[in-house]
C-alpha cells in the first residue's frame, strides 16, 4: 500500500494502514491519497451432483441404492415405512440407479430404478418412490380342495391386491399396522394346473407400488379314492359271485392258503366259516 501526504500548516494524522482507516485532526486543509492493491480470489467450481431418493417400502425395511450396479447409499425405513437415502459426491453423466430392499424378515422387495442425467453443482430429489410389496406362498402343491395362503409385507394400511394371473383372478387385504398382508387361494376357486401369483400395494388411496416378484403354484385333482372290497369279494371285482365261490373252492380246507384272501376270518384254514361269510356278503 502507498500513500502520499501534503502539508500546509499544523496537521495531526493518524492512519490505522491494516483496515485502511485513517482518523485525520488538522487546523488547515490537508490532502491525502490512498492506492492500494486487493489480492483476487477464484470462486470453487461447482460441487459434484447429489441424488436424494425418497418414498415407501415395508416396515424396517433394509434399503440399498446402487448406481450401475455399485452400491452408493443405504438406509432403513422407519415404522412407517418411510425411507430417504441420499446418494452424495456422484459424477456427473446419464446413470441408471435402483433401490432395491429386504422387509424385516428378510425377503425381497421389488426394487425399482430410475435413468438419471445428472449435472455438477444440482441436486436431485426423486420422490413417490414405492418399492413393491413382498411375497411368499405357504404351499406350491394343492389340490382342489385345498387353499394355499400369499402374504407378505408393505406400507402400513396399503390396499394390496393380489392376482392369480393365469385365470386372471384377483383377492384384496389391507395391510395391518406392521405392513403385514395375507389372502387365501382356494384350489377349486383358479381350477386345475400351474398359476402364477403377484401382488401390488396402493398407499393413501393415490401412490401405487411396484408389482411384486411372480411367484407360482400348482393344482391337481383330488385322487381317486381306492375302491373298497368287500372280504368275501376274492377277485375285486366288486361283486361277490360263483367266481368268488370257485376260487374259495379250490383252496377248500388248504391250511394257510397261497391267496390268503380266501380264508375270510384268518384263521388259518378254509373252511365252512368261510363259506358261511361268503354267503352272507353275497351279491350275486
Known amino acids: ?3 502520499a501526504v501534503r502539508r500546509r500548516g ?30 483476487g480470489t477464484t470462486p470453487p467450481g461447482p460441487q459434484n451432483p447429489v441424488v436424494e431418493f425418497r418414498g415407501l417400502a415395508a416396515p424396517r425395511a433394509a ?7 455399485s452400491t452408493v447409499g443405504q438406509t432403513t425405513a422407519d415404522d412407517a415405512a418411510s425411507f430417504a437415502v441420499t446418494a452424495s459426491d456422484q459424477s456427473a453423466g446419464q446413470y441408471e440407479f ?4 429386504k422387509d424385516g424378515d428378510g425377503r425381497v422387495l421389488t426394487s425399482v430404478s430410475f435413468t438419471l442425467n445428472l449435472t455438477a453443482g444440482t441436486t436431485t430429489i426423486v420422490t413417490g418412490v ?6 411368499a406362498l405357504d404351499k406350491t402343491t394343492v389340490t382342489t380342495s385345498e387353499s394355499v395362503s400369499a402374504s407378505g409385507a408393505t406400507a402400513p394400511g396399503s390396499s394390496v391386491t393380489v392376482t392369480v394371473t393365469s385365470e386372471p383372478k384377483t383377492y384384496t387385504a389391507l395391510a395391518d399396522s406392521n405392513g403385514r398382508w395375507q389372502v387365501t387361494i382356494k384350489g377349486a376357486d383358479v381350477g386345475e394346473g400351474s398359476h402364477n401369483v403377484k401382488a401390488r400395494a396402493i398407499a393413501n388411496g393415490v401412490t401405487a407400488s411396484a408389482f411384486s416378484a411372480s411367484v407360482s403354484f400348482s393344482v391337481s385333482a383330488e385322487p381317486t379314492p381306492a375302491p373298497s372290497y368287500k372280504p368275501s369279494d376274492i377277485n375285486q371285482d366288486t361283486k361277490v359271485n360263483l367266481i368268488d365261490f370257485s376260487i374259495m ?8 392258503p397261497a391267496n390268503p384272501r380266501v380264508d375270510l376270518n384268518g384263521d388259518g384254514i378254509v373252511n365252512i366259516v368261510d363259506f358261511s361269510i361268503l354267503l352272507y356278503e353275497w351279491t350275486g
Open 1 to 3: 500500500m502507498a500513500m
Open 10 to 39: 499544523r496537521i495531526l494524522l493518524s492512519v490505522a494502514l491494516g483496515a485502511l482507516v485513517f482518523g485525520v485532526q488538522a487546523a488547515q486543509a490537508v490532502e491525502v491519497s490512498v492506492s492500494a492493491g486487493v489480492i
Open 63 to 69: 434399503l440399498t441404492v446402487t448406481r450401475n450396479s
Open 98 to 101: 435402483v433401490v432395491a430392499g
Open 130 to 135: 414405492f418399492l413393491g410389496p413382498s411375497i
Open 249 to 256: 373252492l379250490f383252496y377248500w380246507q388248504q391250511r394257510n
